[in-house]
Nanobody
């Protein structure tokens, strides 16, 4: 069982930046998919960005050019650098992971393990 703990959320003004972190418990899978998702009040959870064990990345169109997903395998930590934040980026952000290939990187139902979320408010 993989445990995921997000941090780094907060209140930021439009145009500002935040970096989210997701600390994973020991992750020994040779192949995996990890992603960031968000859910705003009254809306469905949506995929934001994903990265696989080879370092290939995927992004939602709404965040391309503004958000960057990365990972530090030595620390078992996933990051999401968010720049040029907009009010519409306000949401609870979740980290998720799945052992195996990244066949549906932004698919909510693809992932097996989820963190508790960290709130991002742009206002």
């Amino acid at each position: 069982h993989v445990q995921l703990v997000e941090s780094g959320g907060g209140l930021v003004q439009p145009g500002g930046s935040l970096r989210l972190s997701c600390a994973a418990s020991v992750y020994t899978y040779s192949s995996y998919c990890m992603g960031w998702f968000r859910q705003a009040p009254g809306k469905e959870r949506e995929g934001v960005a994903a990265i696989d064990s080879d370092g290939s990345t995927s992004y939602a169109d709404s965040v391309k050019g503004r958000f960057t997903i990365s990972q530090d395998n030595t620390k078992n930590t996933l990051y999401l650098q968010m720049n040029s934040l907009k009010p519409e980026d306000t949401a609870m952000y979740y980290c998720a992971s799945k052992p195996g290939p990244c066949l549906q990187p932004l698919g909510v139902r693809w992932y097996d393990y989820w963190g508790q979320g960290t709130q991002v408010t742009v206002s």
